[in-house]
């Protein structure tokens, strides 16, 4: 074994350790952080918005780390536009999602711990809706 594959693989089990934060984030602990702002507005959404910063970074970095080899043709800018999409509608999505269940529900819903519920599925119905797009859009 060579430098090259040893440090490559070294770096694949943390890849995908980080992609499982970033979906336990984006899926299961997100709608947390929109319920507990739900009657600050202007939070909640300053809170979506970098988030969905901070998931599209870690989509233009899990696009750097070679993943074996590019062709000359395509480059970064293949990678890079696969991981956006996919990250951007999978993730990006299931928070906008859960954001608007909270803003829309907030004042009529007063248990907290439904709320959450009632985002959370609506996180997962914007993942997979999101995933269908990506799928969609690539094939």
Same mark, same amino acid.
């Given at each position: ?13 943390? $890849? ?11 899926? $299961? ?20 918005? $970098?988030?969905?910063? $901070? ?24 990678p890079l536009s ?49 995933g269908r797009v ?6």
């Amino acid at each position: 074994m060579d430098a090259a594959s040893v440090s490559q693989s070294a770096r694949g089990p943390d $890849l995908l350790a980080l992609q499982a934060v970033v979906a336990t984030w984006s899926l $299961l602990l997100f709608p947390v952080v929109a319920v507990l702002l739900r009657r600050r507005l202007v939070l909640l959404w300053s809170a979506t918005g $970098l988030t969905l910063c $901070l998931t599209l970074w870690f989509a233009a970095f899990a696009a750097s780390v070679p993943q074996g080899t590019l062709s000359a043709e395509y480059a970064y800018s293949l990678p890079l536009s696969r991981s956006l999409l996919m990250y951007g509608l999978g993730h990006g999505l299931a928070q906008i999602a859960a954001s608007v269940a909270v803003q829309a529900l907030a004042g009529r819903i007063s248990s907290r711990f439904l709320l959450y519920v009632i985002s959370l599925l609506f996180a997962l119905a914007g993942a997979f809706l999101g995933g269908r797009v990506y799928r969609l859009a690539v094939a």
